[in-house]
Every structure is written in structure tokens, then in C-alpha cells.
């Protein structure tokens, strides 16, 4: 069965531009979640999605967005890119509540 | 709100010895504990889980019980190898698709 896929792997961009990075989950993971992580801050909740339908959002400002189509591939974006975004970038697809979220490798995303 | 404490590294140890990482938790309601592991360039493992209090979970010759009355999930293995260095997050989600990590320990095991 195949993981979460992340794409691109790595990604470099410079300040004030935007960025689109890619989840594929787990086949039959309907939750998509993802996750920032930088060694300042460790890893933070941006946000999740079930059935195209954001149902929870951590604390990022307005820059930071999502989407899910109705293959529960998503997407998420950010705009207006700044230093502090350089970031590992996680996905993660999940079965249900209390059920362990799957991981991708991650986007490496790193911001000039 | 919810929040997890886990000890600070890094840890080095050497090989065939015992390991531990202290992880406890604060949560509004029931939570369910996993540990993650994270080798360097990729993402996260679940490595084990545990729903309820009492449970434990294990994988790899790893342990780790859900402790109510510590609120505590600590995590262990008898003898650790080479291979198990990574670094390893303890987490939480309450009836929800949120998880709460804390700050990750850095092992590293020397042959």
C-alpha cells in the first residue's frame, strides 16, 4: 500500500512570492492534515481536512490556506512568503478519530 | 489546552543500553498517546500508541504505557542499536485530528 506522498521533495522561493505544495494520502484516508516544523518552534498544526471541508485550523495567519478535492489529495498554499516560512512542510492522512496519522516525507521548502 | 512535555537532549548511549524518554502530558478530556519517530530527511513513524489508560504500547522493542495518574507516557526500550538513532516525538490528539507534539528528544546510539 502506498504512504503519503509529498511533492516537490524541495522547493527554494524568495520573499513576497507564493508557493502550492502537494499531499497525496493514503488510499481510502479521507483526513488530511498538515504540519509545520522548523527547529525554533517544533512541529505546529496548520490545519485539516475531511471531505473537502476544513474542520480545524491552528494558529497561522491568513497567508497560510488549504484545500482538499474529492479524491482527498490536497493542497495547501502560502502567500506572500516571508524568512520566518522556511519550514519542513508534513502531511499526514488519517482512517478516523483516534487513528494514527501517516506521515509524508515532508517538503522542504526554503525561502531567500 | 492541550501540551506535551518530553525530556530535553540530546542522549547519546551506547549500544545494547537501555533507554528512556520522559514524556508527560495536559489535556482537556481522554487523549490518545503515540510516539513518532524521525530519522534524519524523512517524516514521521508512528512508532507505537496507546487509546486508554493502562494501555501499552510496543513495537520494535519499544514500550510505553498510558499512565493516567502521572499523566505521563514514557517511552523505553532495553537495548537500543546503531539504527535507532533518530529523534523521537511524544504526541496527543483528543478526539480530533490535531496533534499536540512536544519538542522532540535527539538519540543517538554508539556502537
Known amino acids: 500500500k502506498a504512504g503519503v506522498t509529498q511533492t516537490p521533495r524541495y522547493l527554494i522561493k524568495t520573499r513576497g512570492q507564493q508557493v502550492t505544495l502537494s499531499c497525496s494520502p493514503i488510499s481510502g484516508h479521507r483526513s488530511v492534515s498538515w504540519y509545520q516544523q522548523t527547529p525554533g518552534q517544533g512541529l505546529q498544526f496548520l490545519f485539516e481536512y475531511f471531505s473537502e471541508t476544513q474542520r480545524n485550523k491552528g494558529n497561522f495567519p491568513g497567508r497560510f490556506s488549504g484545500r482538499q478535492f474529492s479524491n482527498s489529495r490536497s493542497e495547501m498554499n502560502v502567500s506572500t512568503l516571508e524568512l520566518g516560512d522556511s519550514a519542513l512542510y508534513l502531511c499526514?492522512?488519517?482512517?478516523?478519530?483516534?487513528?494514527?496519522?501517516?506521515f509524508g516525507d515532508g517538503t522542504r521548502l526554503s525561502i531567500l | 489546552g492541550n501540551s506535551v512535555t518530553q525530556m530535553e537532549g540530546p542522549v547519546t548511549l551506547s549500544e545494547e543500553a537501555f533507554l528512556t524518554i520522559n514524556c508527560t502530558y495536559t489535556?482537556?478530556?481522554?487523549?490518545?498517546l503515540f510516539w513518532y519517530v524521525q530519522y534524519p530527511g524523512e517524516g514521521l513513524q508512528l512508532l507505537l500508541k496507546?487509546?486508554?489508560?493502562?494501555d501499552k504500547g510496543s513495537n520494535k522493542g519499544f514500550e510505553a504505557t498510558y499512565r493516567k495518574e502521572t499523566t505521563s507516557f514514557h517511552l523505553e526500550k532495553g537495548s537500543v542499536q546503531v539504527s535507532d538513532s533518530a529523534v523521537y516525538f511524544c504526541?496527543?490528539?483528543?478526539?480530533?485530528?490535531?496533534?499536540?507534539f512536544g519538542a522532540g528528544t535527539t538519540v543517538t546510539v554508539r556502537a
Open positions: 489535556a482537556t478530556g481522554y487523549p490518545s
Open positions: 496507546a487509546t486508554k489508560a493502562d
Open positions: 504526541a496527543l490528539s483528543v478526539s480530533d485530528y490535531k496533534l499536540s
Open positions: 499526514a492522512s488519517s482512517l478516523g478519530v483516534d487513528q494514527p496519522q501517516h
